[in-house]
């Protein structure tokens, strides 16, 4: 049987790179795109070692439509997994255009070329901000998109809206995953989490912070109200994260999907609260950590955490990896820095 070829966008990337090598482990053909501008070029020959397979690898900046269009000139695709995008909450608000026009403008330029070529397996890094502050919890599908809490939600919001009205007007199939809160690394510890600078995202702070990188964790708030004041969300080992993207696109591949544009909650469905979570590093890192508790954080919800019941049954797919295997990955992958 012929082997079927995905292009994955920002493949170089946290999730992208993780995501490539499940593909390739799961005998897919993988090409990447990435412009390099959030992660390294030594994450292709990680990928390789891990594998022992080089990915195709094309260094293009999906804002250049005419790089974009000469690219599907020159390469046939069978699927598309789209992660390239900016991502961080915080810069979104002082940079709106930066994120409007690499987090729209590539969607629309990937989504055209599949128009021209008669593409049609398409499936989009989404994000459970798209719920905001959900008023019932565990989160379900049908929880209403609340009003974006930044521009980088507004890019998911809008995202999910221009495929959704795309596969009606021009017959394409695709999947929005709406990840919770990815974390961890692979069990090799030769991919991780690689943010350029002061990480934004708590395992990352912490990791550096148990490493000595950082003086001490500021803990955004003791306030809220949960059991212990801190605020809840649902952290996703990257690897089960990975599988979902698999999952999903065989489902298109196989034709199984039941709508044009369908979007599935990729979590635990288990929420931790960072009080939680901290304790459960120290366990695993046996090691105290060094925080304090400072007022809580612009635009954070108290709480967020996943219904999976619709992706478990219509991907057949679920977590297998604890909040303990992820931080114990995540630490193993921060002592190779
Ligand atoms: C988690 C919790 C913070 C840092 C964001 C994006 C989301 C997705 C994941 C891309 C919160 C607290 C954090 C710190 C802390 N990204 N915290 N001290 O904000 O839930 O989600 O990343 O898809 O779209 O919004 O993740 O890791 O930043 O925060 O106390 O130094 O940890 O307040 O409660 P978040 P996070």
Redesign the pocket.
Known sequence: MEVKKILVTGGLGFIGSHTVVELQQSGFEVLIIDNLSNTRIEVLDQITSITGIRPHFFQIDLRDKAQVSAFFEMNKVDGIIHFAAY?A?GESVQEPLAYYENNIGCLVYILQEMKQKGLDCFIF?S???VYGQADELPITENAPNKPAE?P??NT?QIGEEIIKESCSAYDLNAIALR?????GAHPTAKIGELPLGI?????P??TQTAAGIRKE?????NDYPTPDG????DYIHVVDLAKAHIAALERLLDRRNKENFEYFNIGTGTGSS?LE?IKSFEKVSNQKLNYKIVD??E???IS?YADTTLANAELQWKTEKSLEEALSSAWAWQLKQ
Do not use: E, M
Request: hydrophobic share 40%; with cysteine; aromatic share 12%.
């Open positions: 991502k909450v890094s994000s459970c901000t930044s980088y939600g998911k990840y919770f809160n990815p974390i990480p934004q995202n708590l395992i702070f912490i964790l500021s803990v955004f708030g801190t605020a809840i969300r960072v979570v809580r954080r635009g954070d919800v967020a």
